[in-house]
T-cell receptor, first 114, second 116 residues
Framework: AQSVAQPEDQVNVAEGNPLTVKCTYS??????LFWYVQYPNRGLQFLLK??????LVKGSYGFEAEFNKSQTSFHLKKPSALVSDSALYFC????????????FGSGTQVVVTP | GAVVSQHPSRVICKSGTSVKIECRSL??????MFWYRQFPKKSLMLMAT?????????EQGVEKDKFLINHASLTLSTLTVTSAHPEDSSFYIC????????????FGPGTRLTVT
């Protein structure tokens, strides 16, 4: 069975400071990993993905994430947070054993203060 | 590119009636569409997966006779909540993907269903 954990319900950061949102996973096959962002009363927007290759992936809006196989982590990062980055962030995993089915983490609310 | 729309964005219906929600991929052909349910401040729960021209595959615990899914074309999937009850009130989100767009799913803006 696959699972995704986002250990922090909320992350608070001042504008201009680095932002990190943590994600760890447990899968039985090779993982595809994704980050999505959700603004209030909206659907999810795709930020980035890791399929294979370079462990550091870059995505939309200046976000990046690092795949760490030994630690089974896929933390989302942004060097300098903006107030507009305040939203709900979801990590998700898919494996070749369960094609197409995304398992989502519980979500992390990011609050960026001016 | 890869835009998914949902209609309606909000719907209020009376208990016992049925409601249909449409999900459309606007600029790509979606071979697979997914329906999720999201409770307040909670993660998304996959309800069912539908492939164009095939019957939907429902997740465990999801009543297929209550949540009817039709994927009649490569750009349209519908979710019909039959005989709605207040406990069906939720935020329903669809997503779509295709081999052309890649493994990531593209999500619609969601539909807020309130059953009174």
């Amino acid at each position: 069975a696959q699972s995704v954990a986002q250990p922090e319900d909320q992350v608070n950061v001042a504008e201009g400071n680095p932002l990190t949102v943590k994600c760890t996973y447990s899968v039985s096959g090779n993982p595809y990993l994704f980050w999505y962002v959700q603004y209030p009363n909206r659907g999810l927007q795709f930020l980035l993905k890791y399929i294979t290759g370079d462990n550091l992936v870059k995505g939309s809006y200046g976000f990046e994430a690092e795949f760490n196989k030994s630690q089974t982590s896929f933390h989302l990062k942004k060097p300098s947070a903006l107030v507009s980055d305040s939203a709900l962030y979801f990590c998700a995993v898919e494996t070749t054993d369960s094609w197409g089915k995304l398992q989502f983490g519980s979500g992390t609310q990011v609050v960026v203060t001016p | 590119g890869a835009v998914v729309s949902q209609h309606p964005s909000r719907v209020i219906c009376k208990s016992g009636t049925s409601v249909k929600i449409e999900c459309r991929s606007l600029d790509f052909q979606a071979t697979t569409m997914f329906w999720y349910r999201q409770f307040p401040k909670k993660s998304l729960m996959l309800m069912a997966t539908s492939n164009e021209g095939s019957k939907a595959t429902y997740e465990q615990g999801v009543e297929k006779d209550k949540f009817l899914i039709n994927h009649a074309s490569l750009t349209l999937s519908t979710l019909t909540v039959t005989s709605a009850h207040p406990e069906d009130s939720s935020f329903y989100i669809c997503s779509a993907r295709s081999p052309v767009t890649g493994p990531e799913q593209y999500f619609g803006p969601g539909t807020r269903l309130t059953v009174t």
